[in-house]
């Protein structure tokens, strides 16, 4: 399995509406993101965007 | 006429296995627990204190009347039934805490005096049944100290366990101690009974079990929320710049993208340390500035990712434009 690591932005909702969060969801899997998810509920405050990415370089010598 | 089959084992050998046996007999009769023996009667003692676990004792504690306690304050009655359930419950835990690290003691050395015993006859003496023999039961002996060896709970977790335990109990203790320190309109002795449960349940291994984890998982969160990047109003409002830096990354051929990520590499340490972290995670071998498929990934997620001030965006207009000019 390759190995992965994780980013986690926190959007405060204040400021942030649902969809501004899913543009940035949208732009980090055309980046290249394995996957991304958006936490909606666990911080009464902010939105957390948790995306997955792919550890380059991880087949080389 | 029935044919016999059957393995001859030569005197020797049968001297061998009996040393064997001896080895082992004499490791579990002589548990290495590493605790010297006691030097009371902890039995005697643990008896004695029984009636100090009476259920009674709470009410007896709160009676208004010392002739009830045999002439003892509340307090004094308080602090003595404390004392006496501290002194068996410490009396039982250091006899659990040995039996614990004697458990792993004894099967170890057991068996490392047997495959020596084993292996030293294998080599030394008889024929070659004899020395199969020996042989298949020393790697016998040792396929089952591998067994012991790698049990991970024993061999790596019991001692942050016991530590666990140590910890949890002195911190009970310390609350029983100051309680006791005041009079019993202050700290009741159901108080104090509840606190000696404490005490009792702090020197359990699915307590230390549960505080280790607990610890683990704090330190887990603590370390993701040092790596969570905070969004600010001005992140919103460069989105679209943003977006049109990314499409023209990812039109990047390899060479270009070599070229782009060492001009934006000498921004780098100008970013967040937060963000810094988060890239050296992504490419921890630095092959960003060696390989342009990998450099071209490794820009991607800068960009979006990135912070979305006029300064950065011109930074990455700047070395998109040198790259591609």
Same mark, same amino acid.
């Given at each position: 399995?390759?190995?992965?690591?994780?980013?986690? =932005?926190?959007?405060?909702? #204040?400021?942030? %509406?649902?969809? $501004?969060?899913?543009?940035?969801? &949208?732009? =980090?899997?055309?980046?290249? #993101?394995?996957? %991304?998810?958006? $936490?909606?509920?666990?911080?009464? &405050?902010?939105?957390?965007?948790?995306?997955?990415?792919?550890?380059?370089?991880?087949?080389?010598? | 006429?029935?044919?016999?089959?059957?393995?001859?084992?030569?005197?020797?050998?049968?001297?061998?296995?009996?040393?064997?046996?001896?080895?082992?007999?004499?490791?579990?009769?002589?548990?290495?627990?590493?605790?010297?023996?006691?030097?009371?009667?902890?039995?005697?003692?643990?008896?004695?204190?029984?009636?100090?676990?009476?259920?009674?004792?709470?009410?007896?504690?709160?009676?208004?009347?010392?002739?009830?306690?045999?002439?003892?304050?509340?307090?004094?009655?308080?602090?003595?039934?404390?004392?006496?359930?501290?002194?068996?419950?410490?009396?039982?835990?250091?006899?659990?805490?040995?039996?614990?690290?004697?458990?792993?003691?004894?099967?170890?050395?057991?068996?490392?005096?047997?495959?020596?015993?084993?292996?030293?006859?294998?080599?030394?003496?008889?024929?070659?049944?004899?020395?199969?023999?020996?042989?298949?039961?020393?790697?016998?002996?040792?396929?089952?100290?591998?067994?012991?060896?790698?049990?991970?709970?024993?061999?790596?977790?019991?001692?942050?366990?016991?530590?666990?335990?140590?910890?949890?109990?002195?911190?009970?203790?310390?609350?029983?101690?100051?309680?006791?320190?005041?009079?019993?309109?202050?700290?009741?002795?159901?108080?104090?009974?509840?606190?000696?449960?404490?005490?009792?349940?702090?020197?359990?291994?699915?307590?230390?079990?549960?505080?280790?984890?607990?610890?683990?998982?704090?330190?887990?969160?603590?370390?993701?929320?040092?790596?969570?990047?905070?969004?600010?109003?001005?992140?919103?409002?460069?989105?679209?710049?943003?977006?049109?830096?990314?499409?023209?990354?990812?039109?990047?051929?390899?060479?270009?993208?070599?070229?782009?990520?060492?001009?934006?590499?000498?921004?780098?340490?100008?970013?967040?340390?937060?963000?810094?972290?988060?890239?050296?995670?992504?490419?921890?071998?630095?092959?960003?500035?060696?390989?342009?498929?990998?450099?071209?990934?490794?820009?991607?997620?800068?960009?979006?990712?990135?912070?979305?001030?006029?300064?950065?965006?011109?930074?990455?207009?700047?070395?998109?434009?040198?790259?591609?000019?």
């Amino acid at each position: 399995m390759p190995a992965t690591t994780t980013t986690r =932005e926190v959007f405060p909702k #204040a400021t942030f %509406s649902l969809s $501004d969060v899913q543009k940035q969801q &949208q732009l =980090e899997i055309k980046a290249g #993101a394995i996957r %991304s998810t958006i $936490d909606q509920t666990s911080d009464p &405050q902010n939105y957390i965007l948790i995306t997955e990415w792919n550890v380059l370089g991880e087949n080389d010598p | 006429m029935p044919m016999r089959v059957g393995i001859r084992i030569s005197r020797s050998a049968i001297d061998a296995i009996g040393l064997v046996v001896a080895c082992i007999l004499l490791s579990a009769c002589e548990a290495l627990s590493g605790y010297p023996a006691s030097v009371q009667d902890d039995a005697a003692v643990i008896n004695a204190d029984q009636p100090y676990f009476s259920p009674n004792v709470r009410s007896i504690g709160e009676s208004p009347s010392d002739s009830d306690r045999g002439g003892l304050t509340q307090r004094q009655y308080r602090d003595m039934v404390v004392y006496r359930q501290l002194e068996a419950i410490d009396l039982r835990y250091y006899e659990f805490e040995a039996a614990l690290t004697s458990t792993y003691n004894t099967l170890d050395v057991a068996a490392d005096l047997a495959v020596l015993v084993l292996s030293g006859f294998g080599a030394t003496t008889g024929g070659a049944t004899t020395k199969a023999a020996l042989a298949a039961a020393s790697a016998g002996i040792v396929g089952a100290k591998t067994v012991v060896q790698t049990d991970v709970f024993y061999q790596k977790t019991l001692p942050a366990l016991i530590v666990q335990m140590r910890a949890s109990r002195q911190a009970a203790l310390a609350t029983i101690k100051s309680g006791l320190t005041t009079d019993v309109s202050r700290y009741s002795i159901d108080q104090a009974l509840n606190d000696v449960k404490t005490y009792y349940v702090g020197g359990s291994l699915p307590s230390a079990i549960s505080q280790v984890t607990a610890q683990a998982g704090a330190t887990l969160d603590a370390a993701n929320k040092k790596l969570d990047l905070v969004r600010d109003a001005a992140f919103k409002q460069g989105l679209e710049q943003t977006s049109s830096i990314l499409d023209r990354v990812i039109k990047l051929t390899p060479a270009q993208a070599l070229v782009v990520a060492k001009l934006m590499e000498l921004n780098l340490s100008a970013r967040s340390q937060t963000l810094q972290q988060i890239l050296k995670n992504r490419d921890p071998k630095g092959k960003h500035l060696q390989d342009g498929a990998i450099a071209q990934a490794f820009l991607q997620q800068w960009v979006v990712l990135d912070d979305r001030d006029s300064a950065s965006q011109k930074q990455w207009a700047d070395a998109l434009d040198a790259a591609t000019k």
